[in-house]
């Protein structure tokens, strides 16, 4: 019997919002200071409602094979047991970006 496909659940900061989404597939993905998230999933089930939120998302990332989020923009990432909805949020001032760091070209080589 072959095993169930994960599915994780992923919240980052974009430009002011809140986003959770739900993908396949997670990784580093080879490029310093960013997540790799393949696979997204969206609404896959029959549903009679529509929700705006979601469909805001799903034409967001229409055509996106994978996508790359900076590092210090994930808040959190959960392996779930079965998908739930996606959707965008308003940030509440609850959520503090990860800091930047200080060191970068041209720092301290005067």
């Known amino acids: 019997m072959a095993s169930a496909e994960r599915i994780y659940r992923v919240i980052f900061h974009n430009q002011g919002k809140i986003y959770e989404v739900y993908a396949r597939s997670i990784s580093d993905g080879g490029i310093l200071g960013f997540v790799e998230i393949e696979e997204l999933t969206f609404g896959e089930r029959t549903q009679v409602v529509v929700d705006p ?58």
Do not use: W
Not at 60 to 77: C, D, L, N, W
Not at 95 to 104: A, L, S
């Open 53 to 110: 939120a979601e469909e805001k998302l799903k034409s967001e990332f229409a055509g996106v094979k994978r996508t790359y989020i900076p590092m210090h923009s994930v808040v959190r990432i959960d392996e779930v047991e079965k998908e739930g909805q996606a959707r965008i949020s308003d940030t509440d001032g609850n959520v503090t970006p990860f800091p930047m760091p200080v060191y970068g070209p041209g720092k301290g080589s005067d």
